[in-house]
């Protein structure tokens, strides 16, 4: 309450966690500016999924806290914390024959109780969500009809319709062809600039995530290794101390943001593939 | 199902549970109607209204009204159970049985007899605790099912499973009781296990009726969780349910409704399992509507199965559970090859 004009929509404080005796994050600290992008990346079991589910009080800590606004999100109510902090799953799953609408409409849930049932705002977030992700002509349809594309679209339109402060995605684009990665994380982009959410993602690509985050973060053993913009993160030293990879950085020529491009891993021969 | 144009599909809920709901109130009263002698269904409603001479008002109020509102709230109950572990489970095939609580509920009604019969096979207590001690074995069950997955209860298909081995171990144990005891004993059980809805007063639908209201009002308030419980456990968290604390509760509703369904007409068969089934592919996706289309087509098959069996074997009482067997096994194989065909 003392820093009411702080920058920080999310503070992790001191986080550790463990899966029964395995210890994944120890003594994390992060903060999460507003209204920016932040992409948490790493190596496999670096724990950058599982921060982020964290983030979503997914996962209860050994010791730390997550603020939201200097609130400590332990102490808030399952529902309460559904209308501040939107999460996309890994692999969400619904019903094959659920249609568009009936999952997007789902975004209203911690808004609604029983005194409150479905109301006008309701339906107008419903309708913001679903034209802001460009999915209103695909209402009717059952999701089992929809391309992979499609279908995370409309999975972001529910987190949309939620209208949380702060969206969570974890590997968004894992599943996507390189058209829809980009049409997926345009969409991400648009969260940011139109509707002013803060995001957090975790991204597996280091080069889609140095295109799209105002943050980086590198991960590894539990621990940040590194934290800035794209620019200050992405040297061929930083990229070879937390990913093992020798690489060459250039500047993309189109965006100007770094690009990596993979040589060999640090301790065997030339990469498979990237 | 999904051919159909939008106008159809909002009309569609209304339509099907309105024609239910006719079929219903027809069935209903041709069950108190039919019999051994004929009440045609103005007479029905004059004695139901209070009028008629005494052997009308006999027939109607104490021998064939009890037994078509018990079978309204068994097999509406049973439905109700199996609607909602359909939609928790997201299986189809899901049914009340599939908990262990009928089964349970039959082991105590077999020890019940097996302990409470002297020398010569008489009963040394009434007939009428018989449905307590089916209650006390479906809770027994329903515990046991709990206490067995212990911090996996939340997982439904770890509850299923053990829901399945306390429902063989007392489906065993039944069987043993059965054949090692006397004839008396093994007739009155196989009556139980079969379902029957005759030899039932009104105190018993009483106690049914009032036990049953607060948990079908329970039902209402957690069918709203229904549609965000069809995604899974991390989205569901993400739009603020927590779907292991839900799914316990609802499997505890279900078995709460299965051991009161069951206390008083025994293990009748497949109407848990074929009610919800029918009554989503008639109403669609709607909760509220399935929930409502779900109860009137249980109540439905085992008020029309009890019409057929008196019809069909009178003046023999055969239990009405035998009907509802029949026509449900054949329909629990039969989803059972679309599935696979659907699979495949």
């Not at chain 2, 063989?168 to 004839?183: C, E, Q, R, Y």
Request: glycine share 10%; hydrophobic share 50%.
């Amino acid at each position: 309450m003392t820093d009411n004009g702080s920058p920080y929509r999310i503070e992790v404080r001191d986080l550790s966690l463990a899966y029964g005796n395995l210890s994944v994050l120890k003594a994390l600290s992060l903060p999460i500016e507003r209204g920016k992008i932040t992409v948490l990346a790493g190596p496999n079991g670096c724990g950058k999924s599982t921060l982020l589910r964290a983030i979503r009080r997914l996962h209860k800590p050994a010791s730390g806290q997550i603020l939201l606004e200097e609130v400590d999100i332990a102490g808030l109510g399952e529902k309460a914390l559904a209308r501040q902090i939107g999460l996309l799953a890994q692999s969400p799953a619904a019903p094959e024959d659920m249609t568009v609408e009936e999952l997007v409409r789902l975004g209203r849930y911690p808004h609604q109780s029983m005194l409150q049932p479905w109301s006008r705002h309701d339906g107008e977030a419903l309708e913001l969500a679903m034209a802001g992700t460009r999915v209103a002509h695909l209402r009717a349809r059952r999701l089992g009809s929809l391309s992979g594309g499609q279908l995370q679209r409309v999975w972001i339109a529910m987190v949309l319709a939620q209208q949380t402060d702060v969206v969570c995605l974890d590997e968004p684009v894992n599943h996507l062809d390189m058209a829809h990665q980009l049409d997926c994380l345009d969409l991400v982009r648009q969260l940011r600039d139109e509707f002013g959410r803060t995001v957090v993602l975790v991204l597996h690509d280091l080069n889609l995530a140095a295109r799209y985050a105002d943050h980086l973060v590198f991960l590894r053993d539990g621990a940040i290794a590194a934290s800035g913009t794209p620019e200050q993160l992405m040297t061929e030293d930083g990229i070879a101390r937390v990913f093992d990879v020798r690489c060459r950085v250039i500047t993309d020529p189109v965006h100007g943001r770094p690009l990596c491009i993979p040589l060999r891993t640090e301790t065997t021969g030339p990469v498979a593939s990237a | 199902m999904s051919g159909l144009p939008e106008t159809v599909g909002t009309i569609r809920a209304p339509l099907a549970l309105g024609l239910l709901a006719l079929a219903f109130v027809l069935l209903a009263l041709s069950g108190v109607a039919f019999g051994s002698t004929w009440i045609a269904l103005d007479q029905v409603a004059g004695v139901i209204l209070g009028a008629g001479d005494r052997t009308q008002q006999i027939i109607v109020l104490q021998l064939r009204l009890p037994r078509v509102a018990i079978a309204i709230l068994a097999g509406g109950g049973m439905a109700v159970a199996g609607f909602l572990l359909q939609k928790i489970t997201r299986n189809s095939l899901a049914s009340p049985g599939v908990l262990g609580v009928i089964d349970g509920a039959a082991l105590g009604v077999v020890i019940f007899l097996a302990a409470l019969s002297n020398e010569s096979n008489a009963l040394v207590t009434s007939i009428a605790y018989q449905p307590v001690a089916a209650a006390i074995g479906a809770l027994v069950a329903i515990s046991l099912v709990f206490i067995l997955s212990g911090r996996q209860a939340s997982s439904a298909i770890r509850l299923l499973l053990f829901g399945i081995a306390v429902a063989a171990v007392a489906k065993s144990l039944t069987m043993i009781l059965m054949l090692i005891g006397p004839i008396y004993q093994t007739s009155q059980a196989a009556r139980w296990l079969a379902g029957a809805v005759n030899e039932v007063n009104w105190g018993e639908i009483q106690i049914t009726a009032i036990a049953m209201v607060p948990i079908m009002l329970l039902v209402l308030v957690a069918c709203r969780k229904l549609p965000p419980a069809d995604l899974d456990e991390v989205s569901a968290r993400g739009i603020g349910l927590d779907l292991p604390v839900f799914r316990i509760l609802i499997f505890a509703l279900a078995a709460a409704l299965t051991a009161l369904s069951v206390a008083f007409v025994g293990g009748v068969g497949f109407v848990g399992l074929m009610a919800p089934h029918l009554a989503r592919l008639l109403v669609g996706r709607n909760i509220f509507a399935g929930l409502v289309g779900s109860f009137l087509l249980g109540a439905i098959m085992l008020v029309g199965a009890d019409l057929i069996v008196r019809v069909l074997f009178a003046p023999v009482e055969v239990p009405a559970g035998t009907v509802t067997a029949i026509i449900g096994a054949p329909y629990f194989l039969f989803l059972l090859m679309g599935k696979q065909r659907h699979d495949g």
